[in-house]
């Protein structure tokens, strides 16, 4: 850790929150005299305060530590380049537009690499009065289940959650052609395209 890199940063997120250094200190349970030395590069956080300081300044830990906050390349968004994260302990369903730094309860999530699904794998998908119609004879169980279903297209996207105790049945609205992805509690993320 650059010490004086590292207290660049709080000081900039710190004016950007518009406190002083004795109400950041006070929130940290620290003096506004130890928020100074920090600012100056002439001391450094104790490490058990970095989370609540991260948290207070909106900023991930990696950040204070390298001291500057990473930036993603400005990009049109397209959705077909879509990264999905699950957090293997709550099951939280994250996504981002472009490669991220995602983390939940505390770990740094991997983004997801969708599989093509093989044909056993594959869902049913129908055209029925107007809507595409997506069924499968997949087990819905606590243990092994379908938690979510989207359907991507280059502009739109649409998600529905599903549940252990309901089968896979789920209507969408038609679009010509998308990609249908879903997340297998054991399988990981499939895809298949749809047209």
Request: overall charge neutral.
């Amino acid at each position: 850790m650059d010490q004086t890199k590292t207290g660049r940063l709080i000081r900039a997120l710190r004016q950007g929150q518009n406190l002083t250094q004795a109400e950041l200190g006070e929130k940290l349970g620290v003096g506004g005299k130890a928020v100074s030395k920090w600012e100056c590069g002439a001391g450094a956080p104790d490490i058990a305060l970095l989370p609540r300081l991260s948290e207070l300044l909106g900023v991930d830990t990696e950040a204070l530590l390298r001291g500057e906050l990473g930036e993603n390349d400005r990009s049109s968004g397209n959705l077909r380049r879509m990264r999905f994260y699950v957090c293997p302990d709550c099951g939280n369903l994250l996504f981002s537009l472009e490669g991220a730094e995602v983390s939940c309860c505390g770990r740094k999530l991997p983004a997801l690499t969708p599989r093509k699904a093989e044909e056993a794998q594959r869902l049913t998908v129908t055209l029925s009065d107007g809507d595409w119609y997506v069924t499968a004879a997949h087990p819905m169980t606590r243990d092994h289940y379908v938690s979510c279903l989207l359907f991507l297209t280059g502009d739109t996207l649409l998600l529905r959650k599903l549940y252990p105790q309901w089968d896979l049945s789920v209507r969408l609205p038609y679009f010509p052609q998308g990609t249908l992805l879903w997340y297998d509690t054991r399988e990981g993320l499939l895809y298949q395209e749809v047209r």
